[in-house]
């Protein structure tokens, strides 16, 4: 029994749908534990609570600009390894960018997230034939 691969096409609308899932969980943290003002005064009373100490991690991140930094760690890298190991790490960083982005790391998140799809562009682009041209009989 044979494996085939799925087509490009295939391939890159699950991962579309996957990043879009993951954007919608992303906006759904940042209104809900972020944003949210009844958070504020329940963290104001017991600051110790596991939720407010999540929304304390995720203000720090936001503020030095963690997830942007991590979106252009993963993208950089992605552009320059060949194969599979540059397409996993564009999904990456193509997910990190996404979420730098929800969460007010533009500046780093947009272009990460530019180049992540870059080279995703890039690896539908290829060809799959060993040769480009028929062989000469």
Not at 65 to 78: E, M, W
Request: hydrophobic share 60%.
């Amino acid at each position: 029994m044979t494996r085939t691969a799925r087509p490009a096409a295939a391939r890159i609308a699950f991962g579309i749908g996957v990043a879009g899932a993951w954007l919608a969980l992303a906006f759904l943290v940042r209104f809900r534990y972020i944003e949210a003002q009844g958070l504020v005064a329940h963290c104001v009373a017991s600051p110790g609570d596991a939720v407010c100490l999540f929304r304390e991690a995720m203000g720090k991140a936001m503020h030095f600009g963690v997830l942007g930094r991590t979106a252009l760690a993963l993208a950089v890298p992605a552009l320059l390894l060949p194969g599979r190991a540059g397409r996993a790490l564009a999904w990456l960083a193509l997910v990190a960018g996404l979420t730098a982005l929800v969460f007010y790391n533009a500046s780093l998140g947009a272009p990460a997230a530019v180049l992540a799809v870059l080279r995703l562009a890039r690896s539908a682009a290829a060809p799959t034939t060993a040769t480009p041209w028929p062989a000469a009989g």
